[in-house]
């Protein structure tokens, strides 16, 4: 049977006149989150902490780190040096570099490293008082601490964290989502858009400084939403974020 292939020229000039359709990517829009944080907010004060070694040198030389350890006295607990007892959440935002794909990347697959066996995920909606709601990750793990010298087990805790991206004016808490939102920008709107991974974690159960009471995973839970809420109204822009 003899192929006709008459109409490869004209599939091949289709192909190349969309080049001169598709709007010209390479446009960098920034997100909407804002990388600085307050000295405190809600009650909760914020000591900044550097990103590590290895965070740094295993992620593209533009990617920017905010990280800080969160602080708010529990009401009424003193211990017995006089000093408030404190709830503590570890806070961090990442903001990709124009190689997304080594700025950024779902946490299930660096919290391992950090000592993270996860235990569950599922998807969770938190609502702002203003109105605006958007979807987060929570995750519950089990955090096993080593000493880095003699590599022994120097404590472990039960530990909660939720995660969401924060694009130019789209939030999602799906990395696969993420990723298509970047081609369809990328194609259509002639865009290429930084991410902010924004993470907030809480530990559970014994924890040494509250001796005399656990911290249960109800309590965590709550705690970490109202810090995430109260923290968001003013952290991301929403008048830059699609309804």
């Not at 190349?16 to 990517?25: C, E, F």
């Not at 607990?77 to 709830?87: A, K, S, T």
């Not at 391992?112 to 605006?132: C, F, N």
């Amino acid at each position: 049977m003899k192929w006709n292939a008459w109409w490869l020229p004209l599939l091949m000039a289709g192909t190349l006149g969309m080049i001169y359709i598709l709007p010209q990517a390479g446009k960098t829009e920034e997100s909407s989150v804002k990388m600085e944080l307050p000295g405190s907010t809600n009650g909760w004060s914020f000591e900044k902490t550097p990103a590590t070694q290895d965070e740094i040198s295993t992620l593209s030389d533009d990617t920017e780190f905010t990280k800080a350890i969160c602080m708010k006295a529990r009401p009424g607990e003193v211990n017995l040096e006089g000093y408030f007892i404190p709830d503590r959440i570890d806070l961090s935002i990442v903001l990709s570099g124009h190689d997304l794909n080594n700025s950024i990347h779902r946490p299930e697959r660096c919290m391992p490293a950090q000592g993270h066996t996860i235990i569950s995920s599922r998807d969770v909606t938190l609502s702002l008082d203003k109105g605006r709601d958007f979807k987060t990750k929570r995750l519950q793990s089990v955090q096993t601490l080593k000493n880095p010298k003699t590599g022994k087990i120097v404590a472990q805790f039960n530990c909660v964290t939720y995660y969401f991206f924060v694009g130019h004016d789209q939030i999602t808490n799906d990395h696969l989502e993420r990723t298509l939102i970047d081609m369809k920008d990328r194609l259509v709107r002639g865009m290429d858009q930084r991410w902010a991974y924004v993470s907030a974690s809480m530990w559970y159960g014994e924890i040494p400084w509250i001796a005399d009471k656990e911290v249960t995973e109800a309590e965590a839970d709550d705690k970490l939403r109202k810090f995430l809420t109260g923290l968001m109204e003013s952290q991301i822009d929403w008048e830059q974020v699609k309804h």
